[in-house]
């Protein structure tokens, strides 16, 4: 009796799991079903194809600044170029330059960003 408690509310986990989130919708609206891990990447800029090979900057080292190296951007049609720059450094973390990830949905843009050390 206890295996098929624990195998009913497994399935039911399961199933949960794998048919992913609904949320309430407002007075008269549809209900809107999501797929699983929609809130992780809901405000993701995703682009249907490879963004253009990634540039080697030559830059001089600069004292109490660090190198945000240049990336490219999606704007809906095509990748646009923004160009490095430098950012005054913030004791305590480090910086993490911008990137595309590939998933099966296309690739996926993860911003510059500071973390702490």
């Known amino acids: 009796m206890l295996y098929r408690f624990v195998a009913l509310a497994l399935l039911a986990?399961?199933?949960?799991?794998?048919?992913?989130?609904?949320e309430q919708p407002a007075q008269g609206q549809p209900v809107v079903?999501?797929?699983l891990l929609y809130r992780t990447y809901a405000n993701d800029v995703v682009a249907p194809?490879?963004?253009?090979?990634?540039v080697i900057e030559a830059?001089?080292?600069r004292r109490g600044y660090v190198w945000i190296h240049s990336f490219y951007r999606w704007d809906g049609h095509d990748f646009v170029a923004v160009p490095g720059h430098w950012e005054p450094e913030k004791p305590g973390y480090r910086y993490v330059d911008a990137r595309w990830?590939?998933?099966r949905d296309g690739w996926h843009f993860r911003p510059g960003r500071w973390l702490e050390l």
């Open 13 to 22: 986990g399961v199933t949960a799991c794998a048919t992913g989130c609904a």
């Open 33 to 35: 079903h999501h797929p």
């Open 49 to 54: 194809r490879a963004p253009p090979p990634f």
């Open 59 to 61: 830059v001089q080292l």
């Open 101 to 103: 990830e590939q998933h």
